[in-house]
């Protein structure tokens, strides 16, 4: 019977030689993580099942992120938690402040999760490694504590939707309005429990830092993984990587979705999400005069060195507007060298923006840049929820690292050809 | 199992930072996490929220981080259950692990307002309101979600299978 890659994986990783939607398998996971917030809760759980080994060191990542460097005591006091833990299990890979950046930037650059593996990892962005053909979900801290143990998890096999985009983008339009116009279609909602699938000539010409930033927000919309089988561009970013073998699958011809999303993206403009949810969506030029207090470029979703590579090309030679402040935040130590050495960092200081070591502080209003009451940002992050970024009363718009690069230069949120024509 | 209490009513997509925001994870104590329970969608609902009463909401409850402190904090705050017209797939997965009992009710979820009276059997999915004198039928729980149940828990599943292998 024909098959979606997501089932295709799953099969080969409970042992069977198919499985069907809504069926209950248990399969072997290729990889598992998790961070600063979640892991302690793993880590405990872990200890009072009187556990006294984890599976396989080798497939568990611990990458302290969300509060690190640690932003108060009792932040210092869980990554003290995780660094202990690495260390009696003794865990390759471990990530310690000046080695990690954001996890799910972290371990696809570092070729850790790879096209056909099964990962779960404590952190609902974990889908973002669906952009390299693998089924990769986020769980809570229990069911990684499990995983940890027994190199295994329960999965309910997510019924299938696909989206095939057609045409050409216009200039400035990338992964990150993709998948905004697509939660913009189908709502917070509008993928909850299933697999969505990115297809069609836009994704096989999409490069691979924007299909991360597109499977990253599949959680966006409710959804169990977005995935895209990989191609020539997959295997360009991981043979260089790979930590281990790999393998790609691919969706059968004839396999059975429960939706399929058609759509020409030829003639859209960069895309907002607006206060207070990623499914508010509208393009930016048909935003009102929207004046922004602070500018977020960075995070698991837009945090890649092409991201910061964008974001310098808008704000090279210009500064950011009085009253406004720009904080942007490499997502790994390796793309912070690399802007470095690209001279990305001298345009972004030269600018006036303040540039921040790895983290994912400011995305959920850890530190980095919180909110004051009736502040508003703009950021190329993944959520824009009341409090957020900060006080219940402040405002966060979600866009592309052009736009926010362009809104830091002009104060207000703007389309990036307002900068530089 | 049979619950009774007082209904809290909240709306759709009720995001997981709503239920505890990311400046609160700096701990896993269940008891710190309760005391900012519902926070940003209802900044005095831990301070009012009595032991055994109920949250309602709608559509996608739990939307967002796959962060376990929001079963901990609800449960912890002393909520017998929640009720909703649906749950986002972490938290519904989390709610179980923890042990916090959820149902999935959209003629509940739609007709529950703040300050109903609600008696829950948990076993049978049935739900009375006593305050406007209706009854309406949760889905019921799914055979596998039930077996988690039985063993106390994922952990407890987990280390019945450790002690099996040992």
Not at chain 1, 194 to 218: P, Q, Y
Not at chain 1, 221 to 247: H, Q
Not at chain 1, 301 to 322: F, H, P, S
């Amino acid at each position: 019977m024909p098959k979606t890659i997501s089932e295709k994986i799953l099969a080969d990783h409970a042992g069977k030689s198919e499985v069907f939607p809504e069926e209950l398998i248990e399969a072997r996971i290729d990889f598992a993580l998790g961070n600063d917030i979640t892991a302690p809760l793993s880590i405990s759980a872990f200890r009072k099942a009187g556990a006294t080994k984890v599976f396989d060191p080798e497939r568990i990542s611990l990458v302290p992120d969300h509060f690190v460097p640690n932003k108060d005591i009792a932040s210092a006091v869980q990554a003290a938690m995780l660094r202990d833990f690495a260390r009696e299990f003794k865990l390759p890979y471990y990530f310690e402040v000046g080695r990690m950046g954001v996890e799910h930037a972290l371990l696809p650059e570092q070729g850790l999760v790879l096209p056909g593996d099964v990962v779960i990892g404590a952190d609902s962005h974990t889908c973002t490694y669906g952009a390299l053909g693998a089924f990769a979900t986020g769980v809570g801290s229990t069911d990684l504590a499990a995983a940890m143990i027994t190199g295994r998890v329960w999965f309910k096999v997510p019924r299938s939707l696909k989206f095939v985009y057609k045409g050409k983008l216009r200039p400035w339009v990338g992964g990150k309005d993709l998948i905004l116009y697509t939660i913009g279609r189908i709502g917070v909602d509008g993928a909850r429990y299933r697999a969505m699938e990115f297809t069609g000539e836009v994704i096989e010409n999409l490069r691979m830092s924007d299909r991360l930033s597109m499977c990253n927000m599949a959680i966006e919309a409710g959804a169990k993984v977005g995935i895209i089988a990989p191609d020539e561009i997959t295997e360009e970013y991981v043979s260089v990587r790979a930590k281990r073998p790999y393998k790609f699958y691919s969706s059968d011809p004839g396999a059975e979705y429960e939706a399929v999303h058609e759509w020409d993206l030829s003639d859209i403009e960069p895309v907002v999400a607006m206060p207070h949810s990623p499914e508010n969506v509208k393009q930016v030029t048909e935003l009102p005069e929207t004046p922004i207090d602070q500018v977020v470029i960075g995070s698991c979703t837009n945090g890649r060195l092409e991201d910061l590579r964008i974001a310098a090309e808008v704000m090279r030679g210009r500064k950011v507007a009085n009253g406004v402040r720009c904080i942007v935040v490499p997502a790994t130590q390796n793309v912070y060298l690399e802007a470095m050495e690209e001279g990305l960092i001298e345009i972004f200081i030269e600018a006036e923006a303040a540039v921040s070591t790895p983290t994912c502080g400011p995305c959920l209003g850890g530190h980095m840049g919180i909110l004051a009451p009736g502040e508003t940002a703009i950021a190329t992050t993944n959520r824009n929820f009341v409090g957020r970024m900060g006080h219940i009363d402040s405002k966060v718009y979600l866009s592309n690292p052009a736009v926010a690069a362009a809104s830091a230069v002009l104060g207000r949120i703007a389309h990036p050809e307002e900068v530089l024509s | 199992m049979k619950l009774q209490g007082k209904a809290w009513k909240f709306g759709n997509d009720v995001d997981t930072d709503a239920i505890i925001p990311a400046r609160y994870l700096n701990t896993i104590d269940p008891a710190a996490l309760a005391s900012h329970c519902m926070e940003d969608a209802d900044p005095e609902f831990a301070a009012k929220v009595r032991p055994g009463e109920i949250i309602a909401a709608g559509k996608n409850f739990g939307c967002g981080s796959s962060r376990e402190h929001a079963p901990i904090a609800i449960k912890a705050a002393g909520v017998g259950c929640v009720i909703a017209h649906s749950f986002a797939r972490i938290f519904y997965r989390n709610a179980f692990n923890m042990g916090l009992p959820i149902l999935e009710c959209p003629e509940a979820a739609d007709r529950i307002e703040t300050g109903d009276m609600l008696e829950v059997d948990l076993d049978s999915g049935s739900i009375v309101n006593l305050t406007r004198n209706e009854n309406y039928r949760a889905q019921p729980i799914p055979p596998f979600m039930q077996k988690l149940i039985e063993a106390g828990g994922l952990m407890e599943y987990v280390r019945a299978q450790m002690s099996q292998g040992q």
